[in-house]
C-alpha cells in the first residue's frame, strides 16, 4: 500500500499526558460510560456515538484523560483508549480531524501535497464540513470520519445508521458539481487495518451514497493510525474498496 510521506516533526497529534487506567463497567447512555478506577467506580464522557460493541466489554482495559473543570460539567473524565487484542484503540472521534490536519499542514500526505487547512466547520449547503484546504488548484472540502471497527483486517464504516454522514456526502458531491475538489477521508482509529469498506450490513444506504459520490468525483481515502498512550499519528495509507463486505 501507498504510504504516507515522511514526516517525524509534526504530522501526529500528543494525548493527555495525565491518561489513567482503568476497567471498563458499562455505558450508561449515549455519551456516558461508567469506569472501575481506582478501586471505584467513576463516570466518563465519551466523544463517539457510535456502537463499539466490541471495544466496549465489560472489564475492557481503558484509558480515560481528566476532563477540564468546566462549569456544568457533569464527568471528570473522558474515555480515550481502549485496550483491544493487546492493540490500544483510539475510540475519540474528535481525534480523526485533528490527526488529519496536522499531517496535512505537515505536507505529510500523499495527494494533499501543497494543501495547508485555510479553515474548520465550514458551512456548505444544509451542513458544516470538517476542513477547507486550499491550495495551488484551488479549494478542498474535507470531511472526515472516525473508523474504530476492523473486522479480519478490513475497517467498516459506519457500525450504526448515520443519516448525517450521507447528508456530508451528498454536500460534498454538490462542491464537486461546483467545481471545488471534494474528499472524505475515513480516519482508521488503530493499527491492524489493511484496507477500508462501507459497512453495508450496518447502513445499506451510507454505502450507497458513497458510491454515487465517488461517481460523482467525490475521492474517498482512508488512513490507518498508530495509536500508544502518548499520541495518535497517521502511520499510511489503506485502499478504500467498495464492494460488498
Not at 494525548?15 to 456516558?32: C, I, Q, S, T
Not at 467513576?42 to 484509558?63: K, S, W
Not at 499531517?103 to 505529510?108: E, F, H, I, S, T
Not at 454515487?212 to 502511520?235: D, F, G, H, K, P
Amino acid at each position: 500500500h501507498r504510504l504516507v510521506l515522511a514526516s517525524a516533526l509534526r504530522c501526529l497529534v500528543k494525548l493527555h499526558a495525565g491518561l489513567v487506567e482503568g476497567r471498563f463497567v458499562e455505558r450508561a447512555n449515549r455519551f456516558v460510560v461508567k469506569v472501575a478506577m481506582n478501586g471505584r467506580d467513576v463516570l466518563a464522557h465519551l466523544p463517539n456515538t457510535g456502537r463499539m460493541t466490541e471495544l466496549l466489554v465489560p472489564g475492557a482495559t481503558v484509558y480515560v484523560a481528566p476532563s477540564p473543570d468546566v462549569q456544568g460539567r457533569k464527568t471528570a473524565y473522558d474515555l480515550t483508549l481502549v485496550e483491544y487484542a493487546e492493540m490500544l484503540v483510539s475510540v475519540d472521534s474528535r481525534m480523526p480531524t485533528a490527526v488529519f490536519r496536522e499531517a496535512v499542514d505537515a505536507g505529510a500526505l500523499v495527494g494533499f501535497e501543497g494543501y495547508k487547512v485555510d479553515r474548520a466547520e465550514v458551512p456548505l449547503g444544509d451542513s458544516r464540513i470538517d476542513l477547507l484546504l486550499r491550495g495551488s488548484e484551488g479549494m478542498c472540502y474535507v470531511e472526515t470520519k472516525s473508523v474504530n471497527l476492523v473486522v479480519d483486517g478490513q475497517a467498516l464504516f459506519p457500525d450504526a445508521p448515520t443519516e448525517r454522514g450521507r447528508r456530508h456526502l451528498g454536500e460534498l458531491a454538490a462542491a464537486v458539481a461546483s467545481g471545488h475538489r471534494a474528499c472524505i477521508v475515513f480516519v482508521v482509529q488503530r493499527g491492524d487495518a489493511i484496507e477500508m469498506m462501507p459497512h453495508r450490513e450496518a447502513d445499506e444506504l451510507f454505502g450507497e451514497a458513497l458510491d454515487l459520490a465517488v461517481t460523482s468525483s467525490v475521492e474517498a481515502r482512508a488512513y490507518r493510525c498508530r495509536v500508544t498512550l502518548q499520541e495518535i499519528r497517521i502511520e499510511g495509507s489503506i485502499p478504500v474498496r467498495l464492494g460488498s463486505v
